[in-house]
Structures are given as structure tokens and as C-alpha cells.
């Protein structure tokens, strides 16, 4: 007798989306944006069928590095698969990252915008990777007028112009601390060349980069610009010395590279590289929360489609109140994390449009490496139950399950990991003076005792921790930090802080057990115990 199980189908994931719908009808309602709805409805068919498709073909043709032709000649050519390639295509017609750029719904458009990179990136094969950087890159260039012509290629919806931008911030030194970079930029007569090693440069195709190198004499750090290649094609002094082994993002080509005097032009003042390139990543770490939203909400569209099809005991999955209960459970984790990452989305609309409060400024600094930082996570916990929501296939490679959990993990290491995100948190905490700002856009939403006596708590272990502290309690301020305003979000979108969602998610916990707790010089001989 065969044995067969009934597959989970996916529908139009923009109609059949409810909680998608509630959250437009109040923030990009279908009666004012009518054609951006029209379109997005067409976007959610195609992730389920075309681009689903041509994900799968990029996802099962990884890149491959050809560093010698026939004769010998060195040449480090990246073959990629032809679904890869049709990915810049449609990227450039969707206007992915041009919506952003174009702003003709005022400070409405990165709403739009990310809304299609939502429905698009778990059908992409991360193809937003390089739309990420192409977009960060758009905004630092925006602000430089020598480099009108390469931002028009980095906006433009016409696929024969559009470019795709690299971010170079790894050497062998570290990823975390960029400041080791040993990459030297010398002086030419006109510009500068650039020599190092690059350890992770994600997709190595892209036709320029936004690199860092110390200018020879100099201590700072600098912002470059590359094109990658000639007129004839060939790279530019750039030598591939190996593309990637890695867990996931099978289909996007991360190589290692030696610049070897490689042209490139400076971006903004000397030594303030940085600080120039933290314009691009705060835009790269606003799309690995949308990523990481996205691939929750594929996930879940999955298991709970899965759940109506598959009988265990008798009944179908969704009709054991406990494998709907623990459903119930990752929708409101999820809502959460859309409402914070679309917060995040909104108020870089209103900064980008000028229509930004203070309040809303400060906010969104403090949110940015928060949002990050909480939505990798908890895309990564969310993966892993969405594949054990599926039993044995969730195991199973050819279900395409597996590469959900694959491509989450790296979430949260990209872009800055969570540790070094809640340091990022803490400098524009007492640097940048953003808790104020943004306690007060939490206390606007909530009116929840239970929010807003977490509120209290954390100001009151803050005030009384000294930096020490403050550095060993980073990762869990954090969470408290996001949690108190996803709880506020999910009550201003439910309108009542008793409807299930805002209710469960106070319910799940806003503090951490041992919030700030913990002897402070317990853990070090400890773990070295331990260990040794
Ligand atoms: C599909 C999803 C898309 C994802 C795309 C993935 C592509 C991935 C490819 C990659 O490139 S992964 C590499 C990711 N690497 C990182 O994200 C770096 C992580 N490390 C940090 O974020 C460190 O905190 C940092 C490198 C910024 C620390 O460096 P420094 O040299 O110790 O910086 P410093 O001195 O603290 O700050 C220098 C200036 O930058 C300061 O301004 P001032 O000069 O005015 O004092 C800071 O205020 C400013 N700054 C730093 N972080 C900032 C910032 N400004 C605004 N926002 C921030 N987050």
C-alpha cells in the first residue's frame, strides 16, 4: 500500500493574511493606497508560485567559484544559477528598493516597500541580502552628490541599470570589531587603491561595495567605494580566494577576496568611516527584521495549513487544543515582532520624509539594534518549533523546511550579534540620551499596570546598576527594553490590552526570571570551573 501525507498548500499570502489585513486597514489602508493594495496582491500569489519556484532552483544551484579559465589564465569568475540571476530582474521591475527612493507616498512608502520585501523574502533564496545592502548603500549615496550616477543605478527599476551594492565590513581581524581592520587605502594622483583581505563579502556578484580600509598614516577608519569590475567584465585588482562553506544561504555567493590596489573613492570625511557606513547598517539591520518576520510568517503559514490536513489520534492536527494552544502561542510572538519591525518601518519613513518627532528620532535609534537583535532570535526559536509542528518532515530536506531554520540562524549573527547589539542599545542609551524618547512612545501605547510596573523596574535597576552591571545585564535590558513596547504594540493594535494576543504576550513574561539579579562575580570563576 503507498503511504502518502497531504502537502501544507500556501495561498495568496497577502489575502489570506488576517492579521496582515487588521494591521493595514489601520496603517496603510486599501482605500487610500489603492494601487500599492492591487499590487501587493499580486506579490502575495507570486510568492506562492513563480518566485517560489525560481527559489527553489536557486536554493538547489548554488555558486561556484572558477578561478582559472582552460589556459591557465587566473580569472575568479562566480557562476551563479539562472533563477539567481532572475532574481535582479524582478527585484529592479518590483521596485524593491526604488519604492523607498522614489517616496511618492510621502513617509507611507518604506511601509509599502517593506511590505513587499515581507512577501518576497521567504520566495527570494535571500536575494534581500544584496537588496539589504543595495539599499543601505542608496542611502548613504543619497546624501553624496558625487555619487548621483551610482545612485541612480542602485534605485532604478529598470533591470538593464539596476545595481546591486556589496558591504565589506569583515576581515580576519573580526566581524564584531570593525576597528581591527587592517585593509590600507594609499593616495593615488586622483582617488585612492585599496589592499587587504575582506574575510565575508556577501554577494560577490554585485556590480560595486561599500568597503572600510584605514588611509595610510591614519588611525580612523574610512568609508570606500568600489566598482567591482572593468568595462571588459574583469574584476579590479580583486582576487577570489574561495567562496563560503556555510550553514544556510546556499544560493547567495559569500567569498573571501584579496584587494590587491584595488581603485576606489572615498565616502564622506576621513576617518569617519563608521560613522558614515552606520547610516547603511541601520538600514540592513531594519531588513533582517523583516526577514526574520518574514520567514516567521512562512513558518507559520506552513504548520498551520499543515495542521488542517494532517490527522494523529483520529481528529486533524488544529483540533488537539494542544498543538493549537502552542500555535496559538508563536502567532503572538510573531504579531509582536511584525508590529515592532513595521514601528521601526514607520519611523524611518517619517525621518527619511522630515515628519519625525524627537520623541519618534530617539525612538527609533534605541529600536533599531533592539528590533534586530529580538526578531533574529526569535526567528530562530520560532523556526525550530515551526519544524517540530511537522514531525519527522519537518526534517526532511526536499519538505524545504529545514532551510527555514538554516537561514533564520544567520540572523542573528549578520549585521551585528545580540551581543553586540545590546551594546550598541546601551551607547544610544547614555550616549545618544534615546530612553526617554523611548519609554515615552511605549507609555503612549499601553495603559497595562503590568507594562508599565515592568517600565519602572527597568528604570529602577538602571538607575541603581553602575557599568559593570549595566555591561553583564546588556543582553536581558534589551529584552525588557523591546518586550515592554511589543506589548504595547500588540495592545494598541488590538485596541484593549485584554484581547488574547496583548494578554498572552504580558502573560509569556516582559522581564526576564532573574532580571538583574545575579552576583556579578559568581559567574566568571564559574565558568572557568567549568571548562577547565
Ligand atoms: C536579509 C537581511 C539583510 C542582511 C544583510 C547582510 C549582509 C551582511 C554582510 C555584513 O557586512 S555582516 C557585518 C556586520 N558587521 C556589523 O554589523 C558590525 C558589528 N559591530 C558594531 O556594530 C560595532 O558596534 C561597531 C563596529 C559600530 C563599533 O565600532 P567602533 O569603531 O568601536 O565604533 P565607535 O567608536 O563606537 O563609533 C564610531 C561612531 O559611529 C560614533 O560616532 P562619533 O564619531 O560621532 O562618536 C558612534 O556614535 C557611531 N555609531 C556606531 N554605531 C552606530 C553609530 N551611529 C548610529 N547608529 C549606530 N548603530
Redesign the pocket.
Same mark, same amino acid.
Given at each position: 500500500m503507498n503511504f502518502y501525507q497531504t502537502p501544507p498548500v500556501l495561498k495568496n499570502q497577502f489575502k489570506h493574511d488576517s492579521f496582515l489585513q487588521a494591521y493595514l486597514q489601520r496603517k496603510f489602508p486599501q482605500s487610500q493606497f489603492p494601487e500599492a493594495h492591487a499590487d501587493l496582491d499580486r506579490l502575495g500569489q507570486s510568492v506562492v508560485s513563480e518566485y517560489l519556484e525560481l527559489s527553489r532552483k536557486a536554493e538547489s544551484q548554488p555558486p561556484i567559484h572558477v578561478p582559472y579559465d582552460a589556459w591557465g589564465n587566473r580569472i575568479d569568475e562566480i557562476t551563479v544559477s539562472e533563477a539567481w540571476k532572475a532574481f535582479e530582474a524582478i527585484s529592479a521591475k518590483e521596485g524593491l528598493v526604488a519604492i523607498g527612493y522614489a517616496r511618492e507616498l510621502q513617509e507611507h512608502s518604506r511601509v509599502y516597500q517593506f511590505l513587499k520585501l515581507f512577501l518576497f523574502?521567504p520566495s527570494s533564496a535571500?536575494y534581500?541580502? $544584496?537588496?539589504?545592502?543595495t539599499d543601505?548603500a542608496a542611502r548613504v549615496l543619497e546624501e553624496q552628490p558625487d555619487f548621483k550616477a551610482s545612485f541612480d543605478h542602485l534605485t532604478s527599476r529598470d533591470p538593464s541599470s539596476f545595481w546591486t551594492s556589496?558591504? =565589506?565590513? *569583515?576581515e580576519r581581524s573580526g566581524? /564584531? &570589531?570593525? /576597528?581591527g581592520t587592517e585593509t590600507v587605502a594609499t593616495r593615488t594622483q586622483t582617488s585612492f587603491t585599496l589592499s587587504g583581505v575582506k574575510w @565575508?563579502?556577501?554577494?560577490t556578484t554585485s556590480q560595486m561595495a561599500m568597503t572600510l580600509a584605514k588611509i595610510e598614516g591614519q588611525d580612523k577608519?574610512s568609508l570606500f567605494y568600489v566598482e567591482l569590475r572593468d568595462h571588459s567584465g574583469r574584476l579590479r585588482n580583486i582576487q577570489v580566494n574561495r567562496l563560503k562553506q556555510k550553514l544556510g544561504t546556499h544560493a547567495l555567493p559569500?567569498a573571501e577576496l584579496t584587494l590587491l590596489g584595488t581603485p576606489a573613492k572615498l565616502v564622506g570625511e576621513e576617518g569617519?568611516g563608521?560613522?558614515t557606513?552606520? *547610516?547603511l @547598517?541601520?538600514i540592513?539591520?531594519i531588513?533582517?527584521a523583516? /526577514?526574520a518576520i518574514a520567514l516567521m510568517r512562512r513558518g507559520m503559514a506552513l504548520a498551520f495549513e499543515y495542521s488542517k490536513v494532517r490527522m494523529a489520534f483520529g481528529k486533524k492536527l488544529i483540533d488537539h487544543p494542544l498543538h493549537s494552544k502552542t500555535l496559538a502561542d508563536l502567532q503572538v510572538r510573531y504579531e509582536a515582532c511584525f508590529l515592532l519591525t513595521f514601528y521601526a518601518v514607520e519611523l524611518l519613513g517619517k525621518s527619511e520624509c522630515k515628519k519625525i518627532s524627537p520623541q519618534e528620532l530617539a525612538t527609533l535609534?534605541l529600536l533599531? $539594534?533592539l528590533v534586530k537583535l529580538y526578531t533574529a532570535k526569535e526567528g530562530v526559536a520560532i523556526a525550530s518549533e515551526v519544524i517540530e509542528a511537522f514531525g519527522g518532515a519537518g526534517y526532511i530536506e526536499d519538505t524545504g523546511l529545514p532551510q527555514i531554520l538554516r537561514d533564520a540562524q544567520?540572523?542573528a549573527? =549578520?549585521?551585528?550579534?545580540t551581543n553586540?547589539?545590546s551594546? &550598541?542599545a546601551q551607547?544610544?542609551i547614555f550616549?545618544?540620551k534615546s530612553l526617554g524618547g523611548f519609554l515615552a512612545s511605549v507609555k503612549d501605547k499601553t495603559k497595562n499596570p503590568q507594562v508599565l510596573a515592568s517600565i519602572d523596574t527597568i528604570v529602577a535597576k538602571m538607575t541603581a546598576a553602575d557599568e559593570t552591571q549595566l555591561n553583564l545585564h546588556a543582553r536581558e535590558l534589551s529584552f525588557a527594553l523591546i518586550r515592554v513596547l511589543g506589548a504595547a504594540l500588540l495592545e494598541e493594535h488590538y485596541s484593549s490590552q485584554s484581547s488574547y494576543a496583548p494578554h498572552r504576550f504580558v502573560e509569556l513574561g516582559l522581564l526576564s526570571p532573574a532580571f538583574f539579579e545575579h552576583d556579578p562575580n559568581g559567574f566568571q570563576d564559574y565558568i572557568n570551573g567549568a571548562l577547565t
Open positions: 523574502h535571500m534581500t541580502c $544584496p537588496l539589504a545592502m543601505g556589496g558591504q =565589506w565590513m *569583515t566581524g /564584531s &570589531d570593525v /576597528s @565575508f563579502t556577501s554577494a577608519l559569500t569617519k563608521v560613522k557606513i552606520a *547610516t @547598517f541601520n540592513t539591520r531588513y533582517n523583516c /526577514s535609534r533599531i $539594534p544567520v540572523l549573527i =549578520w549585521e551585528g550579534t553586540v547589539l551594546l &550598541d551607547r544610544a550616549k545618544e
